[in-house]
């Protein structure tokens, strides 16, 4: 099967969309199916004009005319194309692909809605909800990472909602990363609590509560270690506001997982996610993850057995489940639990189902479904 992903980010940019759609890309390639990108910034015999995003300046908008699209696709014609973004580039890419009759997979990758809230832009939920259900139910299949978003996603009227998890590199991530010389690095003895936030440091990841919480495991334990990895609009202010807190800027590979392994807690306080990857990238890594029950930490957390939930905006209970992963940061059961409550989330098997989403259109425009 050729799928062609459009997208306005990949690799090299940082965050969590780029990242599923490399690993799809790549586990495409290596079960033999032909898997090619149309993007700015991507290898692609399309070339695709693009904007910064204003206060992402690591995020490209994508900007070409349909028309454009239709011409290249008459030509390389694939068998499904894959929309991973709502923007100027994913409504040129509906509206050829229509006209072509190619069958389409949109993803969800960003919660638009509720990012505009945390950016005190609340006026512009409701259009942004609009925009993005005109969009998606356009296409004849959806992918959603998360059981909790296509609730939601339900409720607002959106259809052809196809759940479509994400992997993890289990093998990257694993509690035999953890490094004593990273730990003295940040000042850790072996029994020194250390709790860790890595994602975009931005607004909606919910900084505040991120910022108490680490002040109060600090007031428990005073030799608690507080460290982030990441990078956003909100970076600077946040280490400026965070002096007791080890601030890194993005990392990759072997090095984060290496952070990972070597902290003890993972504090996740968003409340915005799609679905998380630095939650089973934790779970995976062997740590205490504290999270809401919401997208990735309500499929594959299950409380005080593998990791601690707290109801959907419930700072309190937040925090005071911050207060018991202090205790349990010992408890080698629940965390051993966590490592291996991700065994099975592999790439390969998300990659497999998008082909298998795939197949159902094409049978379905050919007029073979049932």
């Known amino acids: 099967m050729h799928i062609e992903f459009v997208t306005d980010t990949y690799p090299p940019d940082i965050n969590g969309a780029a990242k599923t759609l490399e690993h799809l890309v790549r586990c495409l390639r290596d079960g033999g199916h032909k898997a090619t990108l149309i ?17 992402y300046s690591s995020v490209n908008i994508g900007l070409i005319r349909a028309s454009r699209l239709k011409s290249y696709w008459q030509e390389h014609r694939p068998d499904v194309i894959y929309i991973a973004g709502e ?13 072509l009759e190619i069958p389409v997979i949109a993803g969800y990758h960003t919660n638009f809605s509720q990012y505009a809230e945390n950016w005190k832009l609340k006026f512009l939920a409701k259009p942004a909800i609009r925009h993005l ?34 992997g993890v590199d289990a093998e990257l991530f694993h509690p035999s ?7 003295a690095e940040w000042g850790a003895e072996s029994n020194t609590p250390v709790a860790l936030f890595a994602s975009r440091i931005s607004p909606e990841k919910n900084l505040t509560l991120l910022s108490q919480v680490f002040k109060k495991m600090q007031q428990i334990n005073p030799d608690t270690r507080c460290v982030i990895v990441g990078d956003g609009p909100s970076y600077k202010r946040f280490k400026r506001e965070n002096l007791n807190v080890i601030c890194y800027r993005f990392k990759h590979g072997d090095e984060l997982a290496e952070i990972y392994a070597s902290a003890d ?4 306080p968003s409340l915005t996610e799609t679905f998380g990857n630095t939650v089973t990238e934790a779970l995976a890594s062997g740590l205490v993850v504290v999270a809401y029950d919401y997208a990735a930490a309500q499929m594959h957390i299950e409380h005080e057995v593998n990791g601690l939930l707290a109801d959907y905006g419930n700072e309190q209970q937040f925090l005071q489940n911050c ?4 205790r349990l940061v010992s408890d080698d059961s629940l965390r051993t639990a966590a490592h291996r409550s991700v065994d099975n989330l592999t790439w390969d098997a998300v990659a497999a189902r998008l082909v298998d989403i795939g197949g159902e259109l094409i049978e379905a425009k050919n ?3 049932d």
Do not use: C, T, Y
């Open 323 to 326: 207060d018991q992963a202090m």
């Open 265 to 268: 807690i993972m504090v996740f």
């Open 177 to 183: 990363k953890r490094s004593a010389d990273r730990r």
């Open 367 to 369: 007029g073979l479904g």
């Open 87 to 99: 923007a100027f580039l994913g409504f040129a890419a509906m509206k050829a692909a229509s006209k």
């Open 39 to 55: 993007g700015p910034h991507v290898h692609s015999s399309l070339a695709v004009f693009s904007v910064r995003v204003p206060k």
């Open 133 to 166: 259900r005109k969009f998606h139910n356009r296409a004849p299949a959806n992918v959603i990472p998360s059981l909790s978003v296509i609730e939601d996603l339900k409720k607002e009227g959106f259809n052809n909602l196809h759940l479509m998890g994400r």
